[in-house]
């Protein structure tokens, strides 16, 4: 079993940043991907952002040249840096984990963590 948990989420202003950290933990194989998803009231849980093992990233457009994902492998830990966060950014922020073994793929997530922008 793979624990995974967010921080760093917060009321921030237009304009301003945050940093999402997610750390996974637990019976780790190997960390194929972490992504970040976000659901705002009323609206399905969307892909924000993804990065593989190999250090390939995706974003979705409207989000890209103002989020930042990365993570450090030897923590398995991921992060998401957000700069010029706009209010359409509000929403609950999940962490998304795919453990792999010789077993099969396994996804993981975290409870999410609240991103308030507003002035």
């Known amino acids: 079993q793979v624990h995974v948990v967010e921080s760093g989420g917060g009321l921030v202003q237009p304009g301003g940043s945050l940093k999402l950290s997610c750390e996974a933990s637990g019976s780790i194989f190997s960390i194929k991907a972490m992504g970040w998803y976000r659901q705002a009231p009323g609206k399905q849980r969307e892909l924000v952002a993804e990065i593989t093992s190999s250090g390939s990233k995706n974003y979705i457009d409207r989000v890209k040249g103002r989020f930042t994902i990365s993570r450090d492998n030897a923590k398995n830990t991921g992060y998401l840096q957000m700069n010029r966060l706009k209010p359409e950014d509000t929403a609950v922020y999940y962490c998304?984990?795919?453990?792999?073994?010789?077993?099969?793929?396994?996804?993981?997530w975290g409870q999410g963590t609240q991103v308030t922008v507003s002035s």
């Open positions: 998304h984990v795919r453990d792999a073994s010789a077993a099969g793929s396994f996804d993981y």
